[in-house]
């Protein structure tokens, strides 16, 4: 039988807030275990939340550059459920109002086709401690530091067919919160994780099959091989006459293997209820209005701007302007060096392959844009030439030196001095009789066999433009 897979994804972010969600604790990652942390998200006794505002604004922020409505009305609710990390038995969240509602994006997809992938609802709520395997005791120990940290869930709409669409679907939402700076979106830390909910249908079936939530899923390796795992999974199940069972489940990237943790529960499973202790949101239509005013612009327009304004690629630009990091690196290079084409070309090929083979973040590229500036500047000049430029660029990388301190100490300036290179060419011309009878018989591959020998004999340093000049004048 055929099936069709059916994919929702629930993102976690947490806010780049300096203080956390109810209290003033900071809300720095790492530090010595359980000394972020006060009476209030620890849950003591007494201590009462006070909601931080900067967390309202971040959230309607996201939402709004997500296309969502933002409701003017909305408040917050207690999830009860026990865990060791969640010294309150509840987290507060938001069930029935949340902050944002309706949106959703155009992703484009690898074989060219743009699809719409709909946003349900965003909601703020805390995120909970952090429970650590202690070796030495062999005991688990809780450290509270993360307890409180605000977070937005971005969950989607089941639009994603494919583990394609869901990892088009997380690039696009991290870029855009990365553009509003709302969170710093470090996967490998946990400040971005994805919870995938996938189900099969026959092909043809309207109601959805049963679905399973494989959770904190932290790269986007992890959401893709996760995904195809688990649709072969439930296909196997469904082909040998099984039922898939609604539940929770975790994956393993290091092994490949996905594993049940717990059967899924529903959401009145958590008694859900007003938290008594905060007040209702109630939002502004001037303050919706002024944040709509200020915010940065967006992936989108600024991959239009590039398309229209400088004249790149459609595909260059949407490649560039997927991070912000990268895209902000183009925009400073291309301001210092005024060649936006030839620092688009350079990012296309060179940089985008440097950041894969060493593993790199656009933001810890080994240079920086000015430096890089610097080098297509002595192209520009003619100072260098294209060929040496990406042996200086290597250079660059490898000794942390400045071009133009590379081209000084290897002396790799390029010769544009004509009288020089007429005595290379004339040498070189008058040495390949062979070569002047091809070319006067028509074969032109002769003239770049002569270029070339002259380009050699100039260890690559001459001038292209003019070794064929002067080559081609000789021939005449
Ligand atoms: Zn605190």
Redesign the pocket.
Known sequence: MEYEVIIGIEVHAELSTKT?IY???TTEFGGDPNTH??P??TGQPGALPVLNEKVVEYAVKAGLATGCTITRNSKQDRKNYFYPDLPKAYQISQYDLPLCVNGGFDVTLKDGTTKHLGITRIHIEEDAGKLVHDTYTGGTLVDLNRA?VPLIEIVSEPDMRSAEDAVAYVEKLKGILEYIGVSDCKMQEGSLRADVNLSLRPVGQKEFGTRTETKNLNSFRAIEHSINFEIQRQKEVLESGGTVYQETRRWDEAEGMGYSMRTKEDAHDYRYFPEPDLMPIKLSEEYIENIKNNLPELPEARKARYVSELNLPEYDAGIITSSKALSDFFEEASKECENPKAVSNWIMTDIIRIAREQDLDYANLPFTAKSFASLIKLIDAGTISNSIAKKVFEDMISTGKEAEEIVKEKGLMQISDEGAIKEVVDRVVEANPQSIADYKAGKDRALGFLVGQCMKELKGKGNPQIINKLVLEHLK
């Open positions: 956390k209290c003033g604790c942390c006060c209030v998200c409180g």
